[in-house]
Nanobody, 124 residues
Framework: QVQLVESGGGLVQAGGSLRLSCAAS????????MGWFRQAPGKEREFVAGIRWSGGSTFYADSVKGRFTISRDNAKNMVYLQMNSLKPEDTAVYLC?????????????????WGQGTQVTVSS
């Protein structure tokens, strides 16, 4: 089992920044891939970014490329999402997810472990 707990959400003006954190605990993280997803009211869960625990390879959705950065701290079992130049359309609940595979997937159904989510609201 893997437990994931997100933090760092909040209200920010357009153009501002936030850093989300995901604390992971439980099984060994060797061979794990972590992802950030978001879900706005009435919309499907959307892939934002992913990172391989070993090696640190990353992958981003086109909508956030160049504005968001995913990173991890292996020693602390933490994954971060630095969000810059935020837009009102970035408003959503952001969720941390994990899967035991070396491949980064943008499909939410490929992830077996999820946090509870943290709300990000960007005002115009």
């Amino acid at each position: 089992q893997v437990q994931l707990v997100e933090s760092g959400g909040g209200l920010v003006q357009a153009g501002g920044s936030l850093r989300l954190s995901c604390a992971a605990s439980g099984r060994t993280f060797s061979g794990i891939t972590m992802g950030w997803f978001r879900q706005a009211p009435g919309k499907e869960r959307e892939f934002v970014a992913g990172i391989r625990w070993s090696g640190g390879s990353t992958f981003y959705a086109d909508s956030v490329k160049g504005r968001f950065t995913i990173s991890r701290d292996n020693a602390k079992n933490m994954v971060y999402l630095q969000m810059n130049s935020l837009k009102p359309e970035d408003t959503a609940v952001y969720l941390c997810a994990a899967r035991y595979s070396i491949g980064i997937s943008s499909d939410a159904t490929d992830y077996g472990y999820w946090g509870q989510g943290t709300q990000v609201t960007v005002s115009s």
